[in-house]
């Protein structure tokens, strides 16, 4: 059977060619602001590389604008935040199961990072409780994290809540480390607003959002909430005015989990299915790198 890593790798391969990837490393390695380095090798500018790390003189020798890339002299901790309650076990808006898209999210990250040399932990659960999978390297360990959070997330699982996950972050893990957190579309909260600037305050954090399904109302059969099983009608979805009201709920809820996240200082990425999550992940990291 084919792991799930492999799936990944094999997804990014026919995804990026080799510029791309070599791009998406690059955004990676800058996460870490004021990290340790030593000077590694020059590769050609690209639109939207910082200025301040053109080599002027080699620049100057070669004709054209070269860029001077850098490897981290220790290695740092990437921490996957994942939420395996039963809400990622519904489908996300264009139909596939949310918890394959979080898998390969969460793949492609910790590849990136064991490209880097770093090492890679996991922290996922539900409302009942968050289980820990600690930092280590390779391959090995990171197949073993992505099978966690794959055979964790099912319609068994416990309700999600994301919150659950994020306490037993600033409990336990200790030092200062990037967090990629992987979830659903949550709301604004006042509660979850303060926990994210304590985690803030101490580490880098990379927020992924998988969009939720839309409202029923495109099928012959009824549908139902994962969360409590509720009937989603279809027949009551078709109507206009509840379609309004839902897309009017929804947006409210984006927009105040957006200005949520901007207030804390925290960049985040949305994405719908699978095949989005390597554009997306470049873009988050840029937007991360740049706010920074």
């Not at 380095?37 to 004709?63: M, N, Q, T």
């Not at 490897?71 to 994942?82: N, S």
């Not at 994405?271 to 873009?283: G, I, P, Q």
Request: glycine share 10%.
């Amino acid at each position: 059977m084919t792991s799930l890593l492999q799936r990944v790798r094999s997804k990014m391969s026919i995804f990026a060619h080799r510029k791309a990837r070599g791009m998406l490393d690059g955004e990676y390695g800058s996460v870490f602001r004021g990290r340790s380095l030593d000077f590694d090798d020059l590769r050609a500018y690209i639109p939207g590389d910082e200025v301040r790390d053109i080599d002027w003189k080699a620049s100057a020798r070669h004709g054209s604008p070269l860029i001077k890339r850098y490897v981290a002299v220790r290695r740092q901790t990437l921490m996957l935040i994942a939420d395996t309650g039963r809400n990622m076990a519904a489908e996300s808006r264009d139909g596939e199961p949310k918890k394959d898209i979080a898998v390969m999210a969460l793949g492609v990250m910790g590849y990136l990072a064991h490209r880097h040399g770093d090492v890679v932990g996991l922290v996922c659960g539900d409302a009942h409780g968050s289980r820990t999978l600690p930092a280590k390297a390779g391959v090995a360990h990171l197949e073993r994290l992505l099978q966690e959070v794959d055979s964790g997330t099912s319609l068994g699982s416990g309700p999600s809540r994301l919150q659950e996950q994020l306490h037993h972050v600033a409990r336990t893990v200790k030092g200062r480390k990037l967090l990629f957190v992987v979830t659903d579309e949550l709301a604004e909260d006042p509660g979850l607003e303060q926990l994210l600037r304590r985690l803030r305050a101490q580490h880098e954090i990379l927020w992924l959002t998988i969009r939720d399904a839309e409202l029923a109302g495109g099928g012959a059969a009824d549908s139902f909430s994962v969360a409590d099983a509720s009937p989603l009608l279809d027949r009551i979805a078709r109507s206009p005015a509840v379609a309004a009201a839902y897309a009017t709920a929804t947006a409210e809820r984006e927009s105040g989990r957006h200005a949520m996240l901007r207030s804390v200082g925290i960049s985040e990425g949305h994405v719908a299915n699978s095949h989005d999550v390597m554009t997306e992940l470049f873009a988050l990291l840029e937007r991360h790198r740049r706010a920074g």
